[in-house]
Each structure stands twice: as C-alpha cells, then as structure tokens.
C-alpha cells in the first residue's frame, strides 16, 4: 500500500516538533538532533521534518512504497508523465537506507518514489550526506526559493486532504463496473494482505492441489516466443499457508460473497469463465476459435468496436503470443506452488466448476492484467478503464468460489513484472510497434 510521504524544512526541530506532536496526537517513529518524522496511519502518511537548509518550508513530496514491485510500478507511472525522470537507485538518506527515483512536476514540485527496506546511523551518504536542498540543485527541481513555496504549500494542502478523507488505496467498489454492488467498499486485498500469513497446523498447510487433477501439463512445455527467462525470474510471493490468518478470513471472505450471489451476478460470471485464451486453440476451422480469438479483446472493449481481431489483425497475432508467453509463465507457477483451491479447504464453498489446474496465481487474473497493462502502454488515458475491466475478471473468479483474493492479487503482481520485462525484449518491440501503429490508425479512422 502506497504511503503519501511529505518533507518540511524548519528552523527549529525542538519547537516543531512539539507543535507536531500536538497537530498528530502522537510522538515521532524517529528522532535525531537534525530530522524527525511521523509514520502516521490516519492519515497514511510518513511526515518527515529536518534543520540545516537555508529556506524554510516545504522540501519535496512523495510516495513511499512497501515493495519493489509498487516502486517498478510507480516508476512506470512516472516515465509517462512529462517531466525527467532521476534514477538514484540504492541510497542513503534520511537515517534509512532506500531505493528512489525523482521527477519535477509542472509547478516545479520535486517528488520522489522511495522503497525502504533498512536504517541507517547517518543522514545520508555520497550526495545525500548533504542536506536535501543542495542535492536537489545537481538536476532540474525545486530552487528553494519562496515564489515556489506558496505553490507548493497548496499543493500539500490539497493532498492532504484528500488522504484524510479518501486515501491512496481505491476501494474495491470503485474499481468495480460489473459487480458493484456487491465489491467491497474497501480494498479488500489490501486489507487481507495485513494479515499473518504463516500457519499453525502442519498436516493442513502441506495440503496442496491433487496432482492426479492437474489437467493442463501441456501448457507447461509452451513453446514462448518473446521471453525466455526462467520461472524463477517472478518475484511471486508464497502463499499464506492453509491454517493462517490470512487464508481463514480469505475463505470467510468467499462465503459471503456467495451468499450475496443472484442469478444475474452468477449469469456474468458464468460469461466471464469463458472469456479466457487457449494457445492451443489457433486453428480457425476450431469450433471454439472464434470464442478464444475474442477473449483477446475483452479488456479493451472500452476503444470501441472498431476494437475486434477481424479489424486488427496485427493486434491479435501479436496477443495471442503475448498470452501464449503469459500462460508458459503463470501456468508453471501455478505448478511450482500447487496451491489448493478453497473449495479444498472448506465444505462451505459452492463452487459452480472446479478448474483443473491449482490456483495460484489466478490465470484470468493473470492475463487480463497482462493486457490491461500492455495496452495502457498505447493508450494510457484509458488506463482505468482497462484496470477495472481485469479487476472485474480476477473478482468474478471469486464470486464462484475458486480463487482467493490472494490468487488475483499474485496475478496482477505477476502482470506487471511480465509486461515490464517483454517491453525490454527486442524480439517484442518490432512486434509492439506494429500493433501501436495499427491501434493508433483504427483509433484515429473511428474518430476516437
């Protein structure tokens, strides 16, 4: 979960940080002669104050982040913006010891994006050993002069109100088009991620899917046409053990989205378990061709209907070898973890199928985020759109009861690693910029 992150520069610690302490109602996480900061959970935010610069006010903003994939993430999200992007990579700042990047945005406000993942005895070394406003001066950012300040200051202001009253995460129901009225007016992954993961029963947690069951071998021996990395590559967590907290609520979790399931919602899910791509489905004479052929293009239904594999051709050739790469990929996963379903844990679960393939991570999750990123690489104004349309295809396989939140989570985690990593390949990006250039065309000869 993304932590908004605000630097202030002041005059005198001691007094600010009484006045702090006040204003938060609590005392600092840190504290040294030259730098204090708040790690506050409402509002989630990490509130650093420090002495030594010549102007006061606010030094920079920005997003603190709880893994490396959330930095990948955010950092890709930066490249889109205008604006340069710095790359200080491994660091130490701020007693901590940290990946970051930077960017200027157009009022001329520095933002940083920080992973933390130890501390340090010092403020900072190499170019971060001095204070924050004399790194800043060695690229393009915030002068530290007051014209800027007033800007700024409203910036933080605007922000950080908006945390108290909404926060960074987005709730399950708003991501949500399909099944809004039953999605959690919550983020409900985020919320099921804080819990234990490890176990406390041995016979139950060395449970996994039977392997007499496992009916898609053949995907494991996939030929891939862009990537050839090892599975390993993924950086996939475990999965919370069968007897933890984690999974115990995960299943409470299912049970009651089953028991707000109606006919109409379970009609949609029925649609949406066929909405998926079978690599060794490629032969148009295939009676169940045209269905595969056409689950390519569900996460970008929101382009329009110009937007079908018969009108781009380009687009589905190179889909269907994406996915294929895709399936090679979360498929040996899938082996490697052998995670049982919850209907394998629980009686109380009534599930309409029973995949034969075990379920982590979830495949619709996978790859309907893998085409969802993908494609807003080409048309990043439709990002949300695209997002919610897989956020509605990974929570579809919860309604019916055979994947974890956890599963669609992993799914996406997988997603982004995948898709950032085919970007880099040089077999994919002759391949990508056909279909950017065909996109582009349709999308401009339908008036979009």
């Known amino acids: 979960m993304k932590r908004f992150h605000v630097h202030v520069r002041v005059k005198n610690l001691d007094e600010s940080i009484e006045f702090y302490n006040a204003l938060f109602n609590t005392q600092p996480t840190v504290q040294k002669a030259d730098y204090a900061k708040w790690m506050l959970e409402d509002p989630r935010i990490n509130y650093a104050i420090s002495t030594g610069h010549s102007e006061n006010g606010i030094e920079h903003l920005g997003l603190q982040l709880e893994s490396e994939t959330e930095l990948h993430e955010v950092f890709a999200n930066m490249q889109k913006a205008k604006g340069t992007v710095r790359e200080e ?92 009225s039953i999605s959690p007016t919550e983020d409900h992954y985020e919320r099921l991620a804080k819990l234990p993961t490890s176990g406390d029963n041995v016979a139950l947690d060395s449970l996994r899917f039977p392997i007499e069951d496992f009916r898609r071998s053949a995907y494991l021996k996939l030929r891939t046409v862009y990537l050839d990395v090892p599975t390993s590559f993924f950086k996939i967590q475990p999965f919370p053990a069968n007897s933890s907290n984690q999974t115990k609520a995960e ?54 209907n110009w937007y079908t594999p018969d009108k781009l051709p380009e687009t589905a050739r190179v889909l269907q070898n994406v996915i294929q790469d895709a399936t090679y990929y979360f498929f040996n996963l899938k082996a490697d973890f052998a995670r049982p379903r919850p209907y394998h844990l629980s009686k109380d679960i009534k599930n309409p199928e029973a995949p034969g393939h075990s379920a982590y991570p979830s495949g619709h999750s996978s790859a309907s985020y893998v085409n969802a990123y993908l494609l807003a690489e080409i048309f990043p104004e439709l990002n949300d759109k695209f997002l919610s349309n897989a956020y509605d295809m990974a929570f579809s396989r919860e309604i019916r009861g055979v994947h974890y939140p956890s599963d669609s989570r992993a799914g996406k985690v997988f997603a982004f690693q995948f898709v950032q990593q085919i970007l880099k390949e040089k077999s994919f990006k002759s391949d990508f910029e056909k279909i950017k250039s065909e996109l582009k065309a349709a999308s401009i000869q339908n008036g979009n």
């Open 89 to 180: 990579g491994e660091c130490t700042c701020c007693y901590s010891k940290s990946q970051k990047s930077w960017i200027t945005d157009p009022q001329g406000v520095d933002w940083e994006a920080f992973y933390t993942h130890g501390t340090a005895t010092v403020y900072g070394e190499g170019t971060n050993a001095k204070p924050a406003p004399e790194v800043m001066e060695k690229w393009t950012g915030n002068d530290g002069k007051n014209a800027v300040l007033g800007k700024t200051m409203m910036v933080i202001l605007i922000l950080f109100f908006q945390i108290i009253n909404f926060g960074f995460a987005q709730s399950s129901q708003v991501l949500s088009r399909e099944f809004k």
């Open 251 to 304: 299943i409470a979790f299912l049970i009651d989205l089953q028991a707000k399931r109606s006919a109409e919602l379970m009609a949609k899910t029925d649609e949406m378990a066929n909405i998926y791509y079978d690599p060794f489905t490629n032969n148009p004479a295939n009676e169940d061709y045209e269905r595969n052929i056409r689950s390519l293009f569900h996460i970008g239904k929101d382009l329009g």
